[in-house]
């Protein structure tokens, strides 16, 4: 089976940084995904990583880890507008080409 | 390119009532699949579809739930009889192909169960 964690909430201040982690367990990884999704609406895809490393897009960057099971979403300069719930989902061989989702981080940007 | 359409968007149903969900997906993505998502948790995946032949529905209450893809291209999921912890958004996603590119979700359909 799949498990995945990532913390329930996190709070920063406009113009920060703040980096959100996942840990996950499965046993056919095939590739890593975080999603933006606001209060009400649909996720939005933000970064996909497959291989080792560092994924830098703008104002937000993923790192994964295979072997520790590990990922992070960083986000910088942060805005209002980056309140949001983030969603680590991962992507098993033995799950298709379905994504396990974690719970979420629910992050909260105050001025 | 038009992105995945939902409806309705809202329902509020009494328990043992029946619901049903339309989705239609991005134009030729092959992939769909229907996701529940209780407040303050992930999206949770129900069914998955291959053209119009499921792939996985191991996570579908099948007592209560049903799904159908006809025609390969509309989907509908329908809960019948409803409980009160169906609750939840109901979110469908479409994919490009096999390999999950272009993986998009609709605004979904949030259920209230009464």
């Known amino acids: 089976g799949q498990n995945i964690d990532q913390p329930t909430e996190m709070t920063a201040t406009e113009g920060a940084i703040v980096q959100i982690n996942c840990t996950y367990q499965?046993?056919?990884?095939?590739?890593l995904f975080w999603y933006q999704q606001h209060a009400g609406e649909a996720p939005t895809f933000l970064s996909y990583?497959?291989?080792?490393g560092l994924e830098e897009k703008g104002r937000f960057s993923s790192f994964l880890s295979r072997s520790k099971g590990y990922s992070y979403l960083l986000l910088k300069e942060l805005q209002m507008k980056d309140s949001a719930s983030y969603l680590c989902?991962?992507?098993?061989?033995?799950?298709?080409?379905?994504?396990?989702f974690g719970k979420g981080t629910t992050l909260s940007v105050s001025s | 390119e038009a992105g995945v359409a939902q409806s309705p968007r809202y329902k509020i149903i009494e328990k043992r009532q029946s619901v049903a969900f339309w989705c239609n997906p991005i134009?030729?993505?092959?992939?769909l699949y229907w996701y529940q998502q209780i407040l303050g948790q992930g999206p949770k995946l129900l069914i998955q579809?291959?053209?119009?032949?499921?792939?996985?529905d191991s996570q579908l209450p099948k007592d209560r739930f049903s799904a159908e893809r006809l025609k390969g291209v509309d989907s509908t999921l329908k809960i019948q009889p409803a409980k009160l912890e169906d609750s939840a958004v109901y979110l469908c996603?479409?994919?490009?192909?096999?390999?999950?590119?272009?993986?998009?979700f609709g605004s979904g359909t949030r259920l209230t169960v009464v």
């Open positions: 990583n497959v291989l080792d």
């Open positions: 134009s030729g993505h092959a992939t």
């Open positions: 499965t046993s056919g990884f095939n590739g």
């Open positions: 996603a479409s994919s490009l192909d096999v390999r999950g590119y272009g993986y998009t």
């Open positions: 989902a991962v992507r098993d061989h033995q799950a298709g080409t379905a994504l396990i």
């Open positions: 579809f291959q053209n119009n032949g499921v792939v996985d």
